[in-house]
């Protein structure tokens, strides 16, 4: 049930905090990729792994721990999620060598996947119904703004104080955000589960089933997007012809543009969600298709990539909306760990084929595997609107 019909712009920016927090940690091995394998006497490859096993275990745990503790009044689960994730960084920061390291990265991984969906579940409880849209794109501007601040400032830390410092410090930010939320943030009734007598069975379970539809649907748009995004370097170098010292500047364009994107293309989930979501997607495709076919100069590639992260930057928050919307109250932990499981599954899936298209034709490939899953995705949610005969605001596609 809302508290408040009043849109909770505090509540939620304290969400956006522990996403912020809890996102920055999960990241930090790309920050301190070579201090962590300088220290520990292992390869960088292998420090990279470590954020593959942080996301398999959001993938592996995130439903099984939402499950279990799902009669746990969402505050006080929140706020042990934060202190395990803090736990864990510290056990990061003193770990003696990279096993230990590595342990502590697949349990705060089940962790993080859990404090994701509750903080998504809290997010449904807070606002109205019809403004889920507004709230998805407050609270997950927290988890886009790692990629602008998360993972630069500390790799500018680790320098002056290195890595393990910094694991320290990302801990004291987590319990920090914790005391500010065991604060501010209002207590939640957990919602009556589902029991065996007023569960329908799953095959009969329209409501799981379009949870699940629009699950897929978000791990088909990060599939696509991550088989292109996670080699983005030598693509640009190798098949676009830009300069080594281009790149960062084309990234920071499109990241700066996605930031824009969280904050203001997801609010059209509350007002046509649909047509949002299928504009953004083509635009997505013109913008690759014309920096894969057209000779462009470094400016035009710029305003290219931008365009694109403008694109994209909503595409996530739309399925989210849309996802937390088809789901009851009973349910919204359940959508909050789909959500996390689906997003992680599409990262790892996209990193894969990615890497295999590299290694079968070249990079000059890349661009055709994001544009048929764009495609399939779009032709998809268009046959969604036709089978259901209209397009109202608040169906998921």
């Not at 104080?161 to 914790?178: D, E, H, M």
């Amino acid at each position: 049930m809302n508290l408040s019909q009043k849109f909770p712009l505090g509540t939620l920016f304290l969400l956006s905090a522990a996403l912020f927090v809890a996102s920055t940690t999960e990241f930090l091995p790309i920050a301190l990729l070579s201090p962590i394998a300088d220290d520990l006497d292992v390869s960088t490859a292998a420090v990279g792994q470590l954020v593959t096993v942080f996301a398999l275990s959001i993938v592996a745990f995130s439903i099984p721990l939402t499950v279990l503790t799902q009669r746990v009044p969402p505050k006080p689960l929140l706020l042990g999620t934060l202190c395990g994730i803090a736990l864990m960084a510290v056990l990061s920061g003193v770990a003696p060598n990279f096993a230990l390291l590595a342990i502590a990265r697949l349990i705060g991984g089940g962790l993080h996947g859990l404090c994701a969906a509750t903080t998504i579940a809290i997010m449904g409880a807070v606002v109205p119904h019809k403004q889920l849209g507004r709230a998805i794109a407050v609270t997950t501007a927290g988890s886009a703004l790692t990629f602008i601040i998360g993972i630069p400032l500390p790799a500018v830390l680790a320098h002056v104080v290195g890595w393990r410092a910094v694991f320290l410090f990302s801990a004291l930010t987590i319990v920090t955000t914790a005391a500010l939320l065991a604060w501010r943030l209002p207590h939640i009734s957990p919602h009556p589960v589902l029991t065996h007598e007023t569960k329908p069975h799953w095959l009969r379970d329209r409501e799981l089933w379009v949870l699940l539809g629009v699950t897929v649907l978000a791990v088909g748009t990060l599939a696509g997007q991550f088989s292109l995004y996670t080699y983005i370097a030598p693509w640009m170098t190798e098949a676009l012809g830009a300069s080594v010292a281009e790149v960062p500047l084309q990234l920071f364009a499109f990241g700066t543009a996605s930031g824009v994107a969280v904050l203001f293309v997801t609010p059209l989930a509350d007002l046509a969600p649909r047509t949002a979501f299928v504009t953004a997607a083509a635009v997505a495709i013109s913008c690759v298709a014309a920096l894969a076919l057209l000779p462009m100069d470094a400016g035009l590639r710029l305003a290219a990539f931008a365009l694109w992260g403008l694109a994209y930057g909503g595409m996530p928050g739309l399925l989210h909306a849309q996802l937390m919307r088809a789901a009851s109250p009973r349910r919204r932990r359940l959508a909050g760990a789909l959500q996390a499981m689906g997003g992680n599954v599409g990262l790892a899936a996209g990193s894969m084929v990615g890497g295999m298209v590299i290694d079968a034709g070249g990079t000059a490939q890349l661009p055709w595997v994001m544009l048929v899953s764009y495609g399939t995705v779009i032709v998809a949610v268009a046959l969604s609107a036709i089978r259901r005969g209209d397009g109202r605001t608040g169906e998921p596609p």
